[in-house]
């Protein structure tokens, strides 16, 4: 006997898992269930419910807590599932709970995308204007290169001479 608790641990997905708790594998073929130490049933399990919930079933947000995911949690661990009386969904519940994850993930999606376009537009017009920043500042640094034509303001101080005309110089 160990010094650990165990519990049954069921491999419900239809292919091969193999998980690793502190570096160490644990496989279980398709449908195979052991017994297996509480704590690393219950990682084991998280890591099954997220592979079957994303290559299964195509669900994005593996983390939420949701009748889908505590499902699976019930099929995997059944000796938990009944500590606790847990009663797995029906075929019919469980269409329901994946179909609903799956159009909010969807929605989810969408809702996202639109801000993605939205934050796009708006990073297009900060380069834009950052460019005719950059622009006008070349042209201030051409200016400022240019020397200033110097020239003196008001009247100069001495006329110059104008031609005598040639009917008075007699």
């Known amino acids: 006997m160990t010094q650990f608790e165990t519990t049954l641990f069921v491999n419900v997905d239809d292919k091969e898992f193999i998980g690793y708790f502190g570096s160490e594998p644990y496989g279980f ?10 704590f690393v049933a219950h ?3 998280k890591h099954l419910i997220d592979r079957i919930l994303q290559e299964k079933w195509g669900v994005k ?13 019930a099929n995997i661990l059944p ?12 075929p019919e519940e469980k ?7 799956l159009d909010k993930q969807a929605d989810t999606i969408k809702e996202l995308s639109s801000k993605t376009e939205k934050l796009e537009v708006k990073l297009g017009e900060k380069n834009m204007l950052e460019q005719k920043v950059k622009d006008l500042e070349k042209q201030l640094q051409k200016l400022l290169s240019v020397k200033p034509f110097k020239s003196k303001m008001g009247r100069p101080k001495k006329l110059p ?6 009917s008075l110089e007699k």
């Open 43 to 45: 990682h084991l399990a």
């Open 61 to 73: 947000n593996t983390l939420t807590d949701t009748s889908i995911r505590k499902d699976l949690m």
């Open 29 to 38: 073929k398709a449908g195979e269930s052991r017994e297996v130490v509480k």
């Open 79 to 90: 000796k938990e599932a009944e500590a606790v009386n847990y009663k797995p969904l029906t």
């Open 95 to 101: 269409e329901k709970a994946l179909a609903e994850v």
């Open 161 to 166: 001479e104008s031609p005598v005309p040639v």
